[in-house]
């Protein structure tokens, strides 16, 4: 359609040309052609019925390339972003990921829309527009053609500049647009602390960096801009001297000379608006940095070749001589211990010694830098991450629940769950009886993150979800830490359900949590301190026979160290 419309576009000065001829050949004749006179200007009729129809078919086509294209780019980014490793996420604000996407996508598919209704067009009509001018006079061909490589060397020189505050601006606007993410997602707290204007002079205070580059930037574009036209004007000022004066010294025809100034003027519009079009060019290169950049991090999804399906026949997990860091900086040593089939363990250390971490090395959200861990004997390194985190339920201390129905979330894992198997997780997580109190019982829906339920809620939401999972092992940043006594009894109950019959892995928040368990591993420094089961432990004058004793003298010394341990009274 566009190659089509170039050519249209060069029909009317060759036919208005014709009917000077023909009109000016027999001037003071009555010898011109009427009927071939009008038949020309019905053939420009012709043309602008064509061109409007065409370049309506042409746009169309060019809409649906836009957001097609955009459709693609948002399922790639998306698609690229869950296969990134924990530690990229670690260090990103969720608002700058999502600013990035929108920013790359909006420009690429504005200039993409752009590009195909209307440079693309430009650089066809351009092409033909020369080759016929060059036909009649190769001189004004020659002058014309020169535009282009003056105007483009004069912009990429500009551009450099200008991208160069473009990824300032953009910085600018990432963190504003990160925090603003933050607060409204937060806004309870925001609220709660009254801390509202805190927050809007924050956003404020990069916006306005972001402006102030733009002065800068926008006065040193638009003043290279008034250079480059200005050339252009000199050029076209000779341009049009040169068919003046030859038509008058009797070179060019009437006709021509009206032809060649019509031709001129088809690449003088848009050769002056082409600034416009460079700017909406190098806005998209700009502002797609970020996103191809992304785009470039590398996966962490990638299993080995000959990865194989984990087999899950006991739940036996082994840390042989395991050691990770955070961007060189060690958090595990060396560790070795073994979590037994069928048991419950309780990690135990300060806040920092890497409990956590060692909860997502098994769910292989990180690697470790060295040793292996193992289930039932297999390397999970060796299995599919597909086949591993299927076999690991997990419960958060924050219960992460998604905005829809209560039947939604509980089904999360398996979203083809039957209304029987939804409706018996529930009950076995005590949840069943708030539900079915609620209007829409688990129709119900939830709001963001659960904001419409209460804790213990959203945490007996979290436990069905577990329990209908049925994964044979079980992750506990351990549920019941900041709840109310009657919702951490219900809480509990839920969790010993669930606890039943798997392989328990608990970061522990409470030493009642802890007295339970079959087994305590202590961490300290980034190595195993102390393993052994709470009685064994509890006179060894380790780590949990202090905290034992911290709890037994309460004062305000012994809570600050019991905190640092992330231990609940």
């Known amino acids: 359609m566009t190659i089509l419309l170039a050519l249209m576009s060069q029909v009317v000065p060759l036919i208005t040309k014709a009917a000077i001829d023909q009109i000016v050949g027999h001037s003071g004749t009555n010898h011109a052609n009427v009927g071939l006179v009008a038949f020309y200007a019905f053939l420009i009729f012709l043309t602008d019925i064509g061109q409007t129809f065409f370049s309506n078919i042409s746009g169309y086509w060019g809409d649906v390339l836009a957001i097609k294209l955009k459709g693609l780019m948002s399922s790639r980014y998306y698609k690229h972003l869950m296969s990134l490793p924990q530690r990229y996420f670690d260090s990103e604000l969720t608002g700058t990921i999502i600013n990035r996407m929108n920013r790359g996508i909006q420009d690429i598919g504005d200039f993409v829309n752009m590009f195909s209704n209307n440079f693309l067009q430009f650089i066809f009509s351009t092409v033909f527009t020369l080759a016929i001018v060059a036909y009649y006079s190769w001189p004004v061909a020659l002058m014309l053609a020169l535009l282009y490589p003056i105007f483009i060397g004069l912009t990429t020189k500009t551009s450099q500049r200008w991208q160069k505050l473009q990824k300032k601006i953009n910085e600018n606007l990432d963190i504003a647009s990160g925090r603003f993410a933050e607060s409204i997602g937060q806004v309870k707290v925001v609220k709660s602390f009254n801390q509202e204007e805190r927050e809007l002079k924050h956003f404020d205070q990069y916006f306005m960096k972001a402006t102030d580059i733009v002065r800068p930037q926008s006065r040193f574009w638009h003043r290279q801009d008034n250079i480059r036209r200005s050339i252009l004007a000199v050029i076209f000022f000779g341009v049009f001297m040169y068919i003046f004066v030859e038509t008058a010294r009797g070179t060019y025809s009437i006709g021509t000379m009206v032809l060649l100034i019509q031709y001129a003027a088809m690449i003088r519009l848009p050769i002056f608006s082409i600034s416009f079009l460079v700017d909406r060019t190098q806005r998209a290169v700009s502002n ?110 924050e219960p992460a629940l998604f905005s829809g129905t209560i039947r939604e979330n509980i089904a999360y894992a398996n979203p083809r769950a039957s209304k029987e198997q939804v409706e018996a997780a529930a009950k076995a997580a005590n949840a069943d009886e708030f539900i079915s109190k609620l209007n829409d019982g688990y129709e119900s829906t939830i709001g963001e993150r659960g904001l419409k339920l209460s804790g213990g809620q959203k945490q007996r939401i979290a436990i069905a979800r577990a329990l209908l999972k049925d994964a044979p092992i079980l992750i506990l940043d351990e549920a019941t830490s900041s709840l109310d006594s009657k919702s951490e009894h219900m809480v509990q109950e839920a969790l010993e359900r669930l606890m039943k019959g798997r392989t328990t892995l608990i970061i522990a928040h409470r030493l009642s949590t802890i007295n339970l368990v079959d087994k305590i591993i202590t961490i300290n420094g980034g190595k195993v301190d102390e393993i052994g089961a709470p009685k064994e432990l509890a006179h060894s004058g380790g780590i949990y026979d202090q905290l034992l004793k911290l709890q037994q003298h309460p004062n305000l010394s012994n809570e600050k160290r019991l905190n640092q341990f992330e231990i609940a009274k």
């Open 288 to 397: 797609s940095k970020d996103y191809f950049d992304v785009l470039a991090e590398e996966s962490d999804t990638a299993d080995q070749s000959n990865a194989k399906t984990l087999k899950v026949t006991k739940g036996e997990i082994t840390f042989d001589s395991v050691s990770f860091a955070y961007d060189k900086e060690p958090v595990l040593k060396k560790l070795d211990f073994t979590l037994e089939a069928d048991s419950k363990t309780a990690l135990v250390g300060e806040s920092g010694e890497g409990k956590t971490t060692i909860t997502s090395l098994i769910m292989r959200l990180y690697s470790p830098l060295s040793g292996k861990i193992l289930i039932d004997g297999q390397d999970i390194s060796t299995v599919s991450r597909e086949s591993l985190r299927d076999n690991i339920g997990v419960v958060f201390q």
